[in-house]
């Protein structure tokens, strides 16, 4: 790593990085020391892509259920 090798991405990096990618922002510094493969970067964005759905969903049938008991 002596030679200016970037430390390999764990998982809990790309997760921040691809988590500050979906926020749209980022630290420069950061991101700059870890090496971040494709294969991570779209495996954290589909499951990130997906979280994000499943708590929308949860959300509009919580949200619908009580509308619909109230009514």
């Given at each position: 790593?002596?030679?200016?090798?970037?430390?390999r991405?764990?998982?809990?990096?790309?997760?921040?990085?691809?988590?500050?990618?979906?926020?749209?922002?980022?630290?420069?510094?950061?991101?700059?020391l870890?090496?971040?493969?494709?294969?991570?970067?779209?495996?954290?964005?589909?499951?990130?892509?997906?979280?994000?759905?499943?708590?929308?969903?949860?959300?509009?049938?919580?949200?619908?259920?009580?509308?619909?008991?109230?009514?």
């Open positions: 790593m002596n030679n200016g090798e970037k430390k991405a764990t998982p809990l990096e790309v997760a921040r990085a691809v988590a500050s990618a979906f926020f749209g922002v980022r630290r420069r510094d950061a991101h700059e870890i090496r971040l493969t494709p294969a991570q970067v779209i495996a954290a964005g589909i499951i990130g892509a997906a979280l994000f759905v499943g708590t929308l969903l949860l959300i509009v049938h919580l949200v619908l259920s009580r509308a619909i008991a109230a009514g």
